[in-house]
């Protein structure tokens, strides 16, 4: 069971990072692109935020 939890964390934030990535290089935001590539976090809490409509 929690390498079931693992495996679905581990996606989230593999997508949520290519997530951000993606709408980054469609607007064009290539400063908070380059802070999300730096620091993975940030473009992975963006991702997220984006899938549920927050940002």
């Known amino acids: 069971m929690s390498d ?3 495996i679905i ?7 949520a ?4 990535v993606v ?3 469609k ?3 290539w400063g908070f692109l380059l802070a ?3 620091f993975f ?3 992975c809490v963006h991702g997220t935020g ?6």
């Open 36 to 38: 999300g590539a730096i």
């Open 50 to 55: 984006i899938w549920f409509g927050v940002f």
């Open 4 to 6: 079931a939890f693992a």
């Open 27 to 29: 607007t064009a935001s």
């Open 23 to 25: 709408v980054c290089l």
């Open 9 to 15: 964390g581990f996606g989230w934030v593999i997508l």
């Open 41 to 43: 976090p940030v473009g």
């Open 17 to 20: 990072w290519f997530t951000h």
